[in-house]
Structures are given as C-alpha cells and as structure tokens.
C-alpha cells in the first residue's frame, strides 16, 4: 500500500506543475490589456511603463511563469489589478463558500443519486426504474442557469420562501466572514445548492443503477441467495462491490462542483470562486485569474488523489504491488 501511494504521488507531481502553466498560460489568449483596469487608454507612455514593470508584464513569459510559480510555491499569488488586494486572501475566501455550497449539493446529490440508482437497479424495467432513469436524464439535460431562474422565480418571486441572492446577512461580494449555520443563512444555501446538485443527482444515479443491476447478475449474489442470507445482507455485499467506483465518481463530481458553478454563482450573487473568475473575467485581472483558477485546479488534482489513495483501501484487488 505504502508503494502504491509513493507512485501515486510521484504520478501527481508532473500533473501539478501541467496544470500551473495551463494556469498561467491560458489567461493570455483572451483579447484585451489587463492595465485598462487601472489605467486610462489614453495613459502617458511612461505610466504604462511603469504600471508594467510594478506587475511584472514587462518581462517575457517564461520569466513570468518562472516567477510568479517560484512565489505560488511560496503562497503568494500576487496582488489583485483591479482591487489593489492579495489574491490569496480574495480567493481563500471565496473558496470557503464554494466549498460549502459544493459540499451541500454533492451531498444532496450523491444522497438521492444513490437512493434512485439503488432502487432502479433492484427493479429494472418496473416504473421505479423509469421514473429514477427519466429524473436522471432531466438532471444532466438541465441547464444549470436555467433551472436556478425557474427556481428563483418560483420560490423567491411567487412564494417569497427562499432568498434569491447572497450569502446572508452580514456576507458581501468579495466572500466576506458574515456566515454563521442558523436559519437566517443557510436559508441562501437552499437554491444555490438544489441547483447544484442535479447534474450529480442525475450522473451517480445511472452510475449506481448500472453497477447494481451488473452486480446482481454476478455468481457469489446467487451463492449469498442460495446460502440463505437476508436481502440486507446481501444488499451489503453488493453495496461493498460497488462502493469504489461511486467513490470515483463522488469525487470527480465534487471537483466539478468546485469548478463548475461560475454561472449558478452568478445567477444567486454566492460570493464564490465562480463569481470571482466572473469578476476576474470582466475586469481582465490576470493575478486574480491565475490565482483562482489554479486554487481550483489544485484543489481538483488533490481531490482525485486522495480517491485515488480511498479505493484500494476499500476494495484490496485495487492494489498494485
């Protein structure tokens, strides 16, 4: 096991240092001058000069990656054009409320994905398995901006239940630290994170009602049946059997969730990475972008590492000496 951890950890380092220079590389090829954010198009020669040397522009790209990756690995990822703030500070607390939406509709996904998945891969082709196949084919078809107006429409607009904007009282738009777990607050999680949690909801449904319905056609359920154990019991097994590649699949969807929620973000106002990158996007502020999409990408390749590390220890066959 320990070997198969080092390999799995040597295997991550070449993907890191890949998903920096993406990181850095892929804010360039959007049109535009990130100075305008602070500068006049008008601006003297000698300011722009000067506001290019202060940020470090003047220098050739591999000069730039060389440095800003030397004070990445340090934590420092630079100072935000438009704002004048650290990135760092910026994006750890966005990420801190997105994590806390991802968390909340991964849970609600996986919970009712694997309730739905479960119960129609026990009764293929009855109507438990068409109406848990047909709520998934409508999860992963939904637009996620469109379904989070539907949902503000209906339940902010004509019922006046939920809030259709924010993060609660005390919270801004830049992530600040107003969040506290009462009613008043986790009320503007309610939308955000049903919105969420379809595409999960839809994709570990079909995933789990696959893995049951394979598994139950297998040789040793049939020995369990004809052994006499309870349909508990043998649920259990098949459940142990299945659990590794729902793992997989939980985890893949939580770094979507990380990375995929810019436009659910910006339809609820959830000061979040994806508001942020929104931001960071309009007002062309390259430390703010570079800095929060390599958060997020980090965050993704850790994630996939730590499923990685998980299976095996679930399943043992997973183990490579």
Known sequence: MFAYLLRRLFYTLPIALGVTLLSFLLVYIAPGDPLN???????PAEVVTALKAAYGLDKPLPVQYGLWLARAVRGDLGVSIASGRSVRTEVFAAVKNTLMLAAFAALLGMVSGVALGAIAGNHIGGW???LASGLSVLGVSVPHYWLGLVLTIVFSVWLDWLPAMGAGPGSSADGGNGWAWDWAHFRHLVLPGVTLCVIPMGIVTRTVRALVAE???????????????GRVAVFRHVAKNALP????????????????SILVETVFAWPGTGFLLNTAIFQRDIPLLQGT??????????????VDVLQPLIDPRMRRA
């Open 215 to 229: 598994t139950l056609q297998q040789e040793f359920v049939t020995a369990l049946w004809a052994r006499g154990l």
């Open 128 to 130: 438990a398995d068409r």
């Open 293 to 306: 999409i390599l958060v997020l990408c980090m965050f993704f390749v850790a994630l996939n590492l730590l």
């Open 37 to 43: 954010a602070i500068a006049p198009a008008d601006a």
């Open 245 to 260: 590649t729902i793992l997989a699949v939980a985890g893949l969807q939580l770094g979507y969730l990380m990375g995929g």
